[in-house]
């Protein structure tokens, strides 16, 4: 069902350490980091993200696991009916990984909600 989550922070450094820290007992560690971003999961999988806000809004991103595309391009139709509002139309998004094709819309409370699908199109 879930493919990631990401969390606002408003200081990114303290939880970057925080979570190294704690995650490593897990086997846990950082798996994808730029500029106000890191991302923490097993080996290969970035599943947890922290996203540096500031003093901006906080707010969660949740990225849901699609099989196909067409279902990532469902799943943003019907958001958008039911009263989302767009955050990125259906597409690939190659800067994440080459087939990472996914839709984001807010959700009635301003939530990021995602549908990730890696498949090629079919």
Not at 28 to 33: K, N, S, T, W
Not at 49 to 54: A, I, K, L, P, Q
Not at 79 to 104: C, E, Q, S, V, W
């Amino acid at each position: 069902m879930f493919d990631h989550i990401g969390l606002a922070v408003r200081d990114l450094a303290k939880t970057r350490a925080f979570y190294t820290a704690a995650l490593a007992p897990l086997g846990l560690g950082v798996r994808y980091e730029q500029e106000n971003v890191v991302a923490f999961g097993p080996p290969n999988k970035a599943a947890l993200w922290f996203y540096d806000r500031g003093d901006g809004p906080a707010g969660v991103h949740i990225a849901l696991t699609a099989e196909t595309r067409a279902q990532v391009r469902a799943f943003y139709q019907a958001a958008i009916a039911a009263g989302g509002k767009d955050n990125g139309p259906p597409g690939l998004r190659p800067h994440y990984k080459p087939t990472y094709y996914g839709a984001f819309v807010f959700d009635p409370d301003g939530h990021n909600l995602e549908a990730v699908c890696y498949a090629a199109e079919s």
